[in-house]
């Protein structure tokens, strides 16, 4: 239940979180787009992974440790565990830039409102350090900042959490498709064959699929993007791989691997052959 009022209060905040969620969508891809190595490997396209929910369990852990010890009486250790869990969310912070340029509509206002009030946590925590650094007798008040600070890294964590789990940004969108063993019969519509050239989009059972057709070469990858689930048979071919027309993530035609972020991860391919009672069939190939 609590769950449902933070989501409707974050759905609230569109009057704001849109027009600044465009704002940054702007500048973020013009600083990113130009240096797309570099936000491909903040993203985690070399991990499989996305590498800013990994990053983000360092400033969590050790803002809790910080907290505790503060509790305790143990004040170096705070101020330390404090400082490591500053460092530990601008590297956040910078992997979660890049990310947010290839976020749009829903996904894009919420993390818009996450990284507000992220970002209103550092500066608070920063603040906190400030102070601890001048030695105070009294540490109340830096006690109370970082508090405030931890309550907000909460609500900020619990809005990126439902990022992912429920609008479903950067998860692998074929996770449950299952690998089959059976051929299945390709569906043509209204054409007579596979054309030449392509991405064509044709259809073999329930999976649509962006097929390529060079001569008596035919390859096929799922047509839905693993990223974010952009049409890759309106996408173009890049050398011998597909780029899907959404995000610019290309995939190699021969296997679905995935060899040019923002996507994470493979795209499943398909083995495509003649059907003994003519037309053609189509198998995912294996892992």
Sequence with gaps: MLGRYVTRAV?????????LGDFNHRWLAALFHPIRPIQHFLNGSWLGHPVHAAVTDVP?????????????????????????GVLGMIASAVTGAADYTEVDGTARNRATVHSVIMV???????????????NPTDRLAPILIALVAYLL???????GGDLVYLVGTHVNRHAWRAGGAKWIK?????LTDIPEGG??????GINELA?????????????????????LAEGRLVDDAIECPWHGSRYRMSDGH????????DQPAYDVRRAESGGWEVRRQAR
């Design 11 to 19: 759905d609230a905040q569109t009057r704001w979180s849109k027009p």
């Design 60 to 84: 969590i852990g050790a803002l809790t440790v910080s907290i505790i010890a503060d509790a305790i009486g143990q004040p170096l250790v705070a101020d330390v565990a404090m400082l490591l």
């Design 120 to 134: 209103v946590s550092l500066v608070l925590y920063v603040i906190s350090l400030a102070i601890r650094g001048g």
């Design 153 to 159: 890294l909460l609500l900020g964590g619990e809005i």
């Design 186 to 190: 390709l569906d043509l519509g209204d």
């Design 199 to 204: 991405p064509t989009k044709l259809k073999a």
């Design 211 to 231: 097929v390529v057709r060079n001569g008596d070469r035919i390859l096929a990858v799922h047509h839905q993007c693993a990223h974010a689930g952009g049409p």
């Design 258 to 265: 995935n060899v040019r972020g923002p996507a994470m991860y």
